[in-house]
């Protein structure tokens, strides 16, 4: 349950009263030793995924709070808490979002969810698994936004849910919202990825794949501090011309490659779509 004792005056908050931090949320310490730790682990075992979280609680982002201050206390960032304060139920009503001219990001949308069996609320669930505490603060909000963003992410830029397309909007959120975090299992879980058995002799440009997403997340202004239903309501094209998303060209070329060479690009792990566990 989300912590509902009272709140100290003082403290920094919106129009609204939400505070920007709440006083009781702990304040992760940065170990890259730890993290790297757990990154081994995770290699170890795929299936226990609180590895992950352990990866970014050990490596905090200095200017997180920086971060989630200006998305959130800008008068667009009010607007937006006002307009989506919660965006599961929205991403979840396909009927309504089926309504919505064809072509548009909300078709795209429902299309991937439906053919990949996902739901907003399934990565809800995953989250909740980790019984970690909750507050009622605006770092609430913006964490709930990103994780809830994440499959989004994967239908505007054009990434599958293969091993390699989940490195790839790793570091594509990177380039958005910078993190000791995302680069390490981005850029580590890519190299992972090449020494593999099955592709130790593979001309697959997989780091090309990765650094292209890298730079094109550093291009694309910050999804998440975009309003979800405009975004929506669009055509996909027209989107990503927008926000400067190209296709995807080296990792397009990765699995046209992977095929060649007789590779099914969705089975080189033994656990796929990891991505979610890494956004819930």
């Known amino acids: 349950m989300t912590n509902q004792d009272p709140i100290r005056p003082g403290i920094e908050s919106a ?9 009781r949320r702990l304040r992760p310490t940065y170990s890259l030793r730890k993290a790297y730790g757990h ?9 226990e995924t609180s590895h992950v979280f352990k990866i970014f609680e050990s490596l905090p982002a200095k200017d997180f ?30 009927e309504a979002l089926r309504k919505l001219p064809k072509g548009s990001v909300a078709h795209a949308y429902c299309d991937f969810m439906e053919n990949e069996g996902l739901s907003a609320a399934g990565l809800v669930a995953e989250a909740e698994k980790l019984n970690r505490p909750k507050y009622d603060d605006l770092i609430q909000w913006y964490g709930n936004r990103s994780r809830d963003t994440h499959d989004l992410l994967h ?12 490195q790839c909007v790793l570091l594509f959120t990177h380039g958005q919202q ?3 975090g995302h680069l390490l299992i981005g850029y580590a879980g890519a190299m992972h990825i090449r020494k593999l058995p099955a592709l130790r002799n593979s001309r697959a440009p997989v780091m090309r794949a990765v650094r292209q997403a890298h730079r094109t997340g550093k291009a694309c202004p910050m999804i ?24 995807p060209t080296w990792y397009k070329e990765c699995h046209r490659v992977w095929r060649e060479e007789g590779i099914n690009p969705y089975d080189l792990l033994d656990k796929p779509g990891e991505g979610e566990a890494i956004a819930a």
């Open 155 to 166: 239908v505007l830029t054009g990434y599958g849910r293969d091993a390699l397309g989940e």
């Open 65 to 94: 709070v920086d971060r989630v201050r200006h998305v959130t206390l800008s008068p667009e960032g009010e607007q937006l808490r006002r307009d989506e304060p919660y965006l599961p139920p929205i991403l979840d009503d396909h």
């Open 224 to 247: 998440l501090a975009l309003p979800i239903n405009l975004l929506l309501s669009m055509k996909l094209d027209d989107v990503r011309e927008e926000l400067k998303i190209p296709d």
């Open 15 to 23: 129009s609204d009263g939400t505070p920007l931090r709440d006083p």
């Open 39 to 47: 990154f081994r682990d995770l290699l170890q075992d795929k299936e």
């Open 178 to 180: 910078p993190s000791h």
